[in-house]
């Protein structure tokens, strides 16, 4: 072994072992079969320190799965379309669909992504992550398009999917719908506007809004039906100021009287209400904004205005008519797009739909069937499907996605569906080929949009029983599969990957999708936010961090992290994973250097002393935690259990006792030498065991050196973690003692500013009964070598504890009392 660990050169040749040897594709038929449902990184554009975080998580739990009776199934995939991929296109080429043509920018979207898939394999790579990154998927890919089209088309023949001209959420700016889990919710300052209309017999109105650039919109006036101040306008008209249009005033008791004036403005459409109110009255539609965010060429005084510009005119136009009343400044929430964080617009186009909202109690009795860590992240599903309005719209206006599968008649209105045996298929493509089903008719058209990228990423579970049979059997068939063993995932994405996956597992199955969903929290920026690409916050690359650090000390960062919680970026915790990888190489190679060459028994020794005994039942005892811990997947806990056992028992304690044997073994017995060589071959061998899903790289490196001979299992990360067994607990009480006189001799020395290796002419142990004599003189060879101690002196007698300064030498005098 090298005297110091190089991480650069070590590292390289641990992954070059793993790669040539397939060790994470090495399966026990005698072993459990634990799958992960690996969430796929978005393809649009570099990875951050928020996917090592996340990411490594997941590999730490999938090596603690390895190497306890489980053959680990840890696919990974790659969101390779959608709305994000086509953005990231878009802006790295300076090109778009309507410039190059739609096949085109599909052919350059493929080739982009391909190779942003070869770097994050690298980058997953080097942090030393457990996956079969040799057998990956795509969310774009044939196969899975295939999946995605035959789910779509099974999801219409069961009545969970359907078409409608219907008002759907609109962003502007990336000129889509979205569904209501794309949306945030952003506090803005914004205007309360009182404005002046008139009814039909010239009475005055006033309608406050913070939206006045919907008045060419306005369909309708509301009040409350037991609002005695407009009870008497029941059944006439209303003029709209500015458009002079006349809109019929109706009474509905949704309408809140205390806010405002009492009477509220329906427009097509300004919020959701809008829309509520719209189907409900059976009012005309009436669009004032396009597809592009701008005013329709129809309404001469706002034509071609964006939002924005459109409220600062209709302002100007009712001041000159006199038609403001009043302003005032409010807090007012809006829906915005998550991606471009653009306000949320409504249209009206034919939108294919998941029928979420009608069978949202059943989503909730799914999630109670489901294992969630940590537990209260469940409440967030819960809330999520008790507040749905809005069904889920699949269908997007974009080119880069999956088709649907789809062709309409354009003489009866029918809806075509592609044979399965023809999947996949892209319709715009490849024509219907036959006449319609229901009219014999050949006017077909075929469908242009795609579908939402979370439509696919919601079958990650039929992905990954494709992938794990290795053949094209339809996923939908069985459930031989499903539910998969563990979903990690982020808590931001619970509304939305968790929720969908839920809903397409129940669809098509009745079924969860997984056992357990494990969630974790963000890597957060110097600013307290999310670090994402989108925002640009992150403090350093991930590139750059992993030549800066070894991976494992950067590792040992991510396992700090709490469950569910987010985390600060900390050099400083990753700098102790640095000095970790140090004490670990030194004490191995303590051990290495104390064994090699040695006769090791194989075989437990039948008396291994009070010592040896104690740092075994110390491992036990970290054992019992750590196994209890990573069953409920708290790796951060297990890691604690571990950190105590190796600094605080191993380092500190036990091999500082035990050191004396190697350096003075003729002052001990055969058989007391051979009991701590066995003893520390297998605590040191468990030592890596439990830092190994942790620290791959070291372990692994560490491992090949020193225990590859004597366990024979091709890695460390293919060996099996033991159970914990009983413990002494005589030997607990013997050994406490032990360590009561060791840590009174180094206080005294270190009050002194003396060495610990400052030879003690005599040590003087007082207040000893007879039974801590007897156990003290079968350990004072020992006692005698860690102390430094030329003779021990045992006294029934109290003495007062201290250091005598005797010329150039030293006493010194403790007790057995606590």
């Given at each position: 072994?090298e005297?110091?660990?190089?991480h650069q ?8 072992l793993?790669q040539s040897?397939q060790?994470?594709?090495q399966h026990?038929?005698?072993f459990?079969?634990?799958t992960?449902?690996?969430p ?15 990411y490594?998580q997941t590999?730490?739990i999938?090596r603690y ?5 489980h053959n680990?199934f840890?696919?990974?995939g ?10 990231f296109v878009e ?8 410039k ?9 979207c ?5 190779d942003m898939k ?5 980058l997953?790579?080097?942090?030393g ?6 057998h990956t ?5 044939k196969d899975v398009?295939?999946i995605?089209?035959?789910?779509f088309?099974e999801?219409?023949k069961k009545?969970?999917a ?5 008002p759907?959420l609109y ?11 794309e949306?945030?919710?952003l506090?803005?300052t914004?205007?309360?506007n009182d404005?002046q209309?008139?009814?039909a017999d010239?009475q005055?109105?006033?309608i406050?809004?913070t939206?006045?650039?919907l008045?060419p ?5 509301l009040?409350h039906?037991a609002?005695d101040?407009?009870?008497?306008l029941?059944g006439t008209q209303?003029?709209v ?6 809109v019929?005033?109706l ?8 806010k405002?004036?009492?009477?509220v403005?329906?427009c097509?459409?300004?919020d959701?209400?809008?829309i509520?109110w719209y189907?409900k009255?059976?009012?005309p ?10 005013f ?6 706002l034509?071609g205005?964006?939002v924005?510009d459109?409220?600062k005119k209709?302002i100007?136009?009712?001041k000159e ?5 009043s302003?005032?400044q409010i807090q ?10 653009q306000?949320i617009?409504y ?8 029928k979420?909202?009608e069978?949202?109690?059943e989503f909730?009795?799914a999630a109670d069937s489901i294992?969630?860590?940590p537990?209260?992240m469940k409440s ?7 507040n749905?309005s ?6 997007r206006?974009?080119?880069y ?12 209105n029918e809806?075509l569906?592609?044979?399965v045996?023809?999947l996949?298929?892209?319709p715009?493509q490849?024509p219907y ?10 006017n077909?058209?075929a469908?242009?949009?795609v579908?939402d990228?979370?439509n ?13 049979g290795n053949d ?9 599969f499903?539910?998969m ?10 509304r939305?990957?968790?929720f969908y996956?839920?809903v397409k597992?129940?669809?098509?199955q009745?079924e969860?999708p997984?056992n357990?969903i494990?969630?974790s929290g ?5 600013n307290?936010?999310k670090i994402?690409?989108?925002k640009?916050?992150a403090p350093?690359d991930?590139?750059?961090?992993l030549?800066?650090?070894a ?5 040992f960062?991510?396992?700090s992290?709490t ?5 600060a ?12 990888l140090?004490?670990l190489?030194?004490a ?11 006769d090791?028994?194989t ?5 291994l002393?009070i010592?040896n ?13 750590y196994?209890a811990?990573f ?7 297990a890691?604690q259990?571990?950190e ?6 191993f380092?500190d304690?036990?091999i ?7 350096f003075?073994?003729a002052?001990?017995?055969a058989?007391e030498m051979?009991a701590?060589?066995?003893t520390?071959q297998q605590t040191?061998f468990t030592?890596?065991q439990l830092?190994?899903p942790?620290?791959p790289h070291i372990?692994e490196?560490?491992y090949?050196?020193?225990f ?11 060996t099996?973690?033991p ?13 406490q003692?032990?360590l009561h ?6 206080k005294?020395k270190?009050s002194?500013q003396?060495?610990l290796k400052?030879?003690?002419t005599?040590?003087i142990?007082?207040?000893a009964?007879q039974?801590?004599?007897t156990?003290?003189k ?8 860690v ?6 002196i ?6 007062e504890?201290?250091l005598l ?6 006493r010194a005098s403790?007790?057995t009392e606590e």
């Amino acid at each position: 072994m090298e005297n110091r660990y190089n991480h650069q050169q070590c590292d390289d040749q641990i992954r070059q072992l793993w790669q040539s040897n397939q060790t994470y594709r090495q399966h026990n038929p005698a072993f459990k079969a634990f799958t992960i449902d690996t969430p796929p990184p978005t393809v649009s554009g570099s990875l951050h320190i928020g996917h090592i975080f996340s990411y490594t998580q997941t590999d730490i739990i999938a090596r603690y799965k390895r190497m306890t009776g489980h053959n680990v199934f840890y696919p990974f995939g790659f969101d390779c379309n959608g709305l994000a991929t086509e953005r990231f296109v878009e802006k790295k080429h300076n090109t778009n669909a309507s410039k190059i043509g739609r096949e085109k920018f599909i052919d350059l979207c493929l080739s982009t992504t391909q190779d942003m898939k070869i770097k994050f394999v690298a980058l997953w790579r080097t942090m030393g992550l457990s996956a079969e990154l040799e057998h990956t998927y795509s969310t774009i890919s044939k196969d899975v398009q295939k999946i995605a089209q035959e789910s779509f088309i099974e999801l219409v023949k069961k009545d969970y999917a359907y078409i409608k001209n219907e008002p759907a959420l609109y962003c502007t700016q990336c000129r889509t719908t979205v569904a209501q889990a794309e949306l945030d919710d952003l506090e803005q300052t914004t205007t309360f506007n009182d404005i002046q209309f008139q009814s039909a017999d010239g009475q005055t109105l006033i309608i406050a809004t913070t939206r006045p650039e919907l008045l060419p919109s306005c369909v309708a006036i509301l009040y409350h039906p037991a609002d005695d101040r407009y009870k008497k306008l029941a059944g006439t008209q209303a003029i709209v100021p500015i458009f002079g249009r006349d809109v019929p005033i109706l009474a509905d008791e949704t309408v809140l009287p205390e806010k405002g004036t009492g009477l509220v403005m329906v427009c097509t459409f300004g919020d959701k209400t809008d829309i509520e109110w719209y189907k409900k009255h059976k009012l005309p539609y009436l669009p004032s904004i396009d597809l592009n965010g701008k005013f329709v060429p129809t309404i001469a005084e706002l034509a071609g205005l964006t939002v924005p510009d459109a409220r600062k005119k209709m302002i100007e136009l009712l001041k000159e008519k006199n038609l403001l009343l009043s302003q005032k400044q409010i807090q007012n929430s809006v829906n915005v797009h998550e991606r471009c964080k653009q306000v949320i617009e409504y249209a009206i186009l034919p939108q294919w739909f998941m029928k979420v909202v009608e069978n949202a109690p059943e989503f909730l009795k799914a999630a109670d069937s489901i294992n969630w860590y940590p537990k209260h992240m469940k409440s967030r599903f819960v809330d999520w499907v008790k507040n749905l309005s809005w069904d889920w719209c699949i269908s997007r206006q974009r080119v880069y996605g999956i088709p649907f599968p789809v062709w309409y008649c354009n003489d009866c209105n029918e809806i075509l569906l592609a044979d399965v045996k023809d999947l996949p298929i892209d319709p715009q493509q490849t024509p219907y080929g036959r006449p319609c089903t229901k009219c014999n008719g050949t006017n077909i058209r075929a469908e242009k949009d795609v579908m939402d990228t979370w439509n696919t990423s919601s079958l990650t579970p039929y992905i990954c029983k494709q992938l794990y049979g290795n053949d094209e059997t339809s996923p939908f068939s069985s459930t031989d599969f499903i539910p998969m063993s563990m979903r990690p995932q982020a808590h931001d994405i619970i509304r939305t990957w968790a929720f969908y996956t839920i809903v397409k597992s129940w669809m098509h199955q009745k079924e969860i999708p997984w056992n357990d969903i494990v969630i974790s929290g963000y890597v957060l920026s110097e600013n307290k936010e999310k670090i994402s690409k989108s925002k640009d916050n992150a403090p350093i690359d991930p590139e750059k961090l992993l030549v800066q650090y070894a991976p494992d000390a950067v590792r040992f960062w991510t396992a700090s992290g709490t469950l569910g919680q987010d985390i600060a970026f900390s050099p400083e915790q990753i700098m102790i994973g640095q000095k970790l990888l140090t004490k670990l190489w030194n004490a191995l190679k303590f051990v290495h250097i104390n064994l090699e060459g040695q006769d090791v028994p194989t075989a437990r020794p039948q008396n291994l002393g009070i010592i040896n005994q104690w740092m075994i039942d110390q491992m036990q005892l970290s054992l019992t935690s750590y196994h209890a811990y990573f069953e409920k997947h708290e790796f951060s806990l297990a890691l604690q259990s571990v950190e105590k056992v190796f600094w605080n028992d191993f380092c500190d304690n036990y091999i500082e006792i035990v050191k004396d044997q190697f350096f003075n073994p003729a002052n001990y017995s055969a058989e007391e030498m051979q009991a701590t060589r066995w003893t520390m071959q297998q605590t040191g061998f468990t030592l890596l065991q439990l830092y190994a899903p942790y620290l791959p790289h070291i372990t692994e490196y560490l491992y090949q050196h020193i225990f590859l001979k004597t366990d024979g299992a091709s890695s460390i990360h293919l060996t099996q973690l033991p159970q914990a067994a009983s413990i002494h607990a005589e030997n607990q009480k013997h050994m406490q003692l032990i360590l009561h006189i060791i840590s009174q001799v180094r206080k005294l020395k270190t009050s002194e500013q003396l060495s610990l290796k400052t030879e003690l002419t005599s040590l003087i142990i007082s207040s000893a009964t007879q039974a801590q004599i007897t156990v003290l003189k079968q350990q004072e060879n020992i006692l005698k070598g860690v102390c430094k101690a030329t003779k021990i002196i045992f006294s029934a007698q109290q003495h007062e504890p201290g250091l005598l300064q005797e010329g150039d030498t030293w006493r010194a005098s403790v007790t057995t009392e606590e």
